[in-house]
């Protein structure tokens, strides 16, 4: 399938228009810290299991540094019923060590930065520098975006690297933040991994994956 210019205009614009609400993330935050930790905490887990753990864990240590200050084992209580908690933990205290020592306690705003600090990828930096800054380098991508960008035929590829080199083309810079929230809105509301409800998705009529014509 060529993947022309219309193409992807017309996705963009069919997708805001139906998750205009959902162009943001939805992990509690007040700063780029605590959304850092939450993007962490949020690796195969749901933000709403993730906002239930940092609702208590984000009044109990407010800094880099209380973190830094901290042992993994005074960390587990908060987070210990979330998956993969225990690396989790590490990797957080770790961060705030890192951070506090080489960045001055601040979130770094580029992802050549951020994936330095231990538990972070491209992903969780794409997510933290686009919801905190504003600054559009990359673009996140998660599952729901790679089911989405393969069903579209925008991808031909289950590599996140790969498919985000890929939307960094099809897609202006400005829109790039934009792109993976409503890929991801679509992934969550219609165009799941495991059915597609084809009948009541915007794009039905213009997807090539689609059942409905």
């Not at 934009?178 to 509301?189: E, K, Q, T």
Request: with cysteine.
């Amino acid at each position: 399938m060529r993947v022309t210019a219309s193409y992807t205009r017309e996705i963009l614009s069919r997708l805001r228009r139906r998750y205009s609400k959902d162009m943001r993330t939805y992990l509690y935050h007040s700063n780029p810290w605590e959304l850092l930790v939450a993007t962490i905490l949020s690796a195969q887990a749901q933000d709403k299991q993730v906002n239930k753990i940092t609702a208590k864990l984000f009044k109990a240590y407010k800094s880099p540094a209380d973190y830094a200050a901290l042992e993994p084992k005074e960390l587990y209580p908060y987070i210990k019923s979330i998956g993969l908690y225990r690396n989790k933990g590490k990797n957080i205290i770790k961060a705030s060590r890192l951070l506090t020592a080489r960045f001055n306690s601040r979130v770094p705003r580029t992802i050549a930065q951020l994936i330095t600090l231990p538990g972070v990828g491209r992903k969780t930096a794409n997510v933290v520098i686009s919801n905190a800054y504003g600054i559009n380098e990359g673009m996140a991508i998660d599952t729901h975006c790679i089911t989405v960008t393969n069903r579209l035929g925008l991808a031909r590829s289950k590599d996140p690297v790969k498919i985000e080199k890929r939307m960094l083309r099809l897609f202006p810079q400005k829109e790039w933040s934009n792109v993976s929230h409503l890929f991801i809105a679509l992934g969550r509301d219609t165009c799941t991994a495991r059915v597609k409800y084809c009948e009541r998705c915007v794009l039905k009529d213009i997807c090539p994956s689609s059942t409905v014509r």
